[in-house]
């Protein structure tokens, strides 16, 4: 027989059974791995996450940073003029070839390339009425109609000249050549008789029509219309002139007349500004506005035919804008005033494409500036000395003059010429407003618009979404949330919570539809229902709730669980029902049958189908299962040893959790509503569908608004890559990505803070 072996070590300790230590071993060796593991892991997974938002960060500022570069310019090339005069200069969109003006009244034409004078034609003479030309004319005076290829002249003998200029490419094994061409010139006569000029100009249309200004000596202010019509069966073409003069007063030193040749501008020796209204061809009463005392030297029309550069002797420069007065009178009003410069103004030239103009003084500074941000892009010496004529190409990207015996070329790099702190951020006196304004208006009908690029409205509608949406969400949340952990029985919570917490499962598109489409016709129909709502539902709960607690106990406890939320239930739908029966009666007796036209009339606030008061129900629905589910979790996180106390010392039920539970609660709490808030600060597809979209500051929760994170989702698709508001509205991220990392420090500050206020409790 043998002895059974101890099951117990001599030691005393229970004995191991063969392999235990290897399989201990092993499972330590395997755990330890794993924990490793799962801390590479957890670390790698939160570097990559930190490492994701710096990023998106960077990607998002790199998108942003060209926002901010000034503009460069630099010379390209400089040909030698020589003994050849030029007073006028006009240059092909290439930037490949240019042609002057002199005095002899020949066209050259410079290839840059080459930096040599490859054409040369002579205007010649104007035809007699016999259509023989009349003998050589001596050009006195020149100009250069801005935004056109013209050249225009004018001779003390009583003719006006304008010169087409055209620039046709073609292309050879992917060679592009440009044939520079000389229109047909068309002269027209303003004298019979030789006059002395004071100053003139003139522009060209498509179709041969021409306009023509002229002051002479004596004072009197010629203006001519020149109209061609064309005979569709023969082909035939008539000319017809119309003329109208004007006797002066003022001693004119420029005349401008805008591309649409419907204004006509002039300046005086005295500093004033003279307008005049172009109908039909027709000379309307001038409107004299006064500037500075200093003589106008410069006079340019800016595209959008709204606005005139003015440049004066004593250096100021500022731009003139039409504007209605308070008598709806169209005037003249200075919205724009520049730094000024040393010398006088003596040559400014508009872009063809933008708001943006470059300006040559006396002292041969050249200055590079933008009307509607009112920025200095670039300043500093002019390139030649004493330049005599400017030429800004019609791609915006370079410029020409002629000084000194050479003409230069310049590139210009000058890429988002219209944006500036102020107008992204502050008021802005736009053309034809009667006053600065915060405006959001990023495209137009025309090229010749305008763009206002205003963040404030956008930063506006955000915050005005968010405020309405969290007023309703922050109330049911919490007090649902604290109702829920503290009151509601545990059998029931199981239910409530995970339902509540699927609400925030819900597609926004669906909410915005839904909101748009069915709440927003339906709230304008019963506005006063939601009133009476708002009025009589809380009345309607607390009598229900006093109703029930005024029934007997025994009565009460024969009832399952949750009974009284189906009494509540029932109370909720009947009084909707009800308020919903009322709202006509209601609008017909207190509103006079339109809540709407009352609204108006009563306190002048329009009423917007899609508003405020929509967005602030749909997305407050949105928000309100995140506010829950963390105010939840932050009552019943709350120690239970507190609570007992509390009702151990004689407090009943809410003064305990009003007084216990809900300051104990309060970091959580702040937590919720902060990631609330986030919540509703980034929500699109909700305020896209449900608000008009229209970026305005007002806060009347009767009309809409437009949000940042809205704003990029609209106008994303139809920017252009890398153009201005490609990059603005990556600015806009930029500050919602601000806004959103500011709310969450300060939101976590405030926690720790309170957390360290009530852990002692």
Not at 263 to 280: F, K, Q
Not at 299 to 315: F, P, R, T, Y
Not at 469 to 475: D, K, Q, R, Y
Request: net charge negative.
């Amino acid at each position: 027989m043998s002895v059974a072996e101890p099951l117990t070590k001599p030691g005393g300790g229970p004995r191991g059974l063969p392999g235990d230590s290897v399989d201990a071993s092993a499972t330590g060796r395997r755990r330890r791995l794993a924990d490793r593991v799962a801390r590479w892991v957890v670390t790698i997974g939160g570097l990559g996450i930190i490492a994701s938002i710096l990023g998106i960060l960077l990607f998002i500022l790199a998108e942003v940073w060209p926002l901010t570069r000034p503009a460069e310019i630099e010379v390209t090339a400089a040909v030698p003029m020589g003994q050849f005069p030029a007073e006028v200069v006009v240059g092909n969109e290439h930037r490949s070839h240019v042609a002057t003006l002199g005095s002899d009244g020949v066209v050259r034409i410079v290839d840059i390339g080459k930096g040599e004078v490859v054409e040369e034609r002579a205007l010649g003479a104007p035809p007699d009425d016999s259509g023989e030309q009349v003998g050589p004319v001596a050009l006195t005076h020149f100009d250069q109609p801005s935004s056109t290829t013209v050249l225009a002249a004018a001779s003390d003998s009583g003719w006006v000249v304008l010169a087409p200029l055209r620039f046709p490419v073609r292309f050879e094994d992917d060679t592009r050549i440009v044939e520079p061409r000389l229109g047909e010139p068309v002269w027209i006569p303003i004298s019979p008789q030789p006059r002395p000029i004071r100053t003139f100009t003139g522009r060209l249309t498509e179709d041969g029509g021409a306009s023509v200004a002229v002051q002479f000596e004596d004072g009197e202010l010629l203006f001519v219309s020149r109209e061609v019509e064309t005979n569709m069966f023969s082909g035939e073409t008539t000319e017809k002139l119309a003329r109208e003069t004007l006797a002066v007063s003022q001693e004119l030193t420029l005349l401008e007349i805008d591309t649409s040749q419907r204004n006509l501008y002039a300046g005086t020796v005295s500093g004033e500004i003279l307008w005049w209204a172009l109908r039909g061809g027709e000379l309307s009463e001038p409107i004299v506005v006064a500037g500075s005392p200093a003589e106008v030297t410069a006079l340019e029309g800016l595209l959008g035919n709204k606005s005139v550069i003015v440049g004066q002797a004593d250096g100021s420069l500022g731009v003139w804008s039409q504007i209605r007065d308070e008598d709806g009178e169209w005037t003249l009003v200075r919205i724009r005033e520049f730094a000024p410069h040393d010398g006088a103004i003596s040559l400014v030239r508009s872009s063809p494409r933008d708001k943006s103009f470059v300006v040559l003084d006396s002292g041969s500074e050249m200055a590079l500036y933008n009307s509607t941000s009112e920025r200095t892009m670039w300043r500093g010496p002019a390139p030649l000395p004493m330049p005599r004529a400017l030429y800004y190409s019609q791609k915006a990207d370079g410029v020409f003059m002629v000084g000194g015996g050479e003409l230069a070329a310049l590139h210009l790099d000058n890429p988002h010429p219209e944006i500036s702190w102020k107008t992204l951020f502050g008021k802005v006196w736009y053309e034809g407003a009667s006053e600065p304004a915060y405006v959001w208006q990023s495209t137009g009908a025309t090229d010749e618009f305008e763009s206002k690029m205003s963040l404030v409205p956008l930063l506006i509608g955000t915050l005005k979404g968010t405020v309405y949406s969290l007023m309703l969400a922050i109330p049911l949340g919490v007090f649902g949330a604290m109702y829920a952990s503290q009151f509601m029985h545990p059998r029931l919570l199981r239910y409530i919570k995970p339902v509540v917490e699927v609400m925030a499962a819900l597609p926004s598109v669906v909410l915005g539809f839904l909101a748009g489409l069915w709440l927003a016709p339906r709230l304008e129909a019963y506005f006063p229902a939601l009133i009476l709502i708002l009025l009589a539902l809380p009345v309607l709960m607390i009598v229900a709730g006093m109703s029930w607690t005024s029934l007997p106990r025994t009565w009460r406890e024969r009832l399952p669980v949750g009974a009284e939320l189906l009494l509540f239930c029932i109370v909720l739908a009947l009084g909707c029902w009800l308020c919903i029966l009322l709202s006509r009666p209601v609008e017909i007796a207190v509103f006079g049958g339109s809540f709407q036209t009352w609204l108006m009339e009563t306190f002048t606030l329009p009423y917007d189908q899609r508003n405020a008061v929509v967005i602030g129900l749909a997305m407050g629905f949105a928000v309100i299962p995140i506010i829950f589910a963390i105010s939840e979790d932050a009552f019943s996180n709350v120690p239970k040893n507190l609570i007992a106390g509390s009702l151990a010392l004689g407090a009943n039920r809410w003064e305990t959790v009003t007084r216990v539970v809900l300051p104990s609660a309060s970091p959580g709490i702040f937590s919720a509503i902060m990631v609330g808030f986030g919540r509703a600060v980034g929500e699109t597809m909700i305020v896209l569908m449900a608000t008009g979209n229209t970026p305005i500051m007002d806060w009347n929760p009767f009309n809409g608004f437009r949000t940042l994170s809205a704003n990029i989702a609209v106008e994303i698709p139809e920017a252009p890559q890398f153009g201005t508001l490609y990059r603005v509205l990556f600015l806009a991220a930029l500050l919602l990505f601000v806004l959103t990392f500011l709310v969450n420090t300060v939101a976590e500050l405030v926690r720790i803070r309170l957390r360290k206020k009530y852990q002692e409790m």
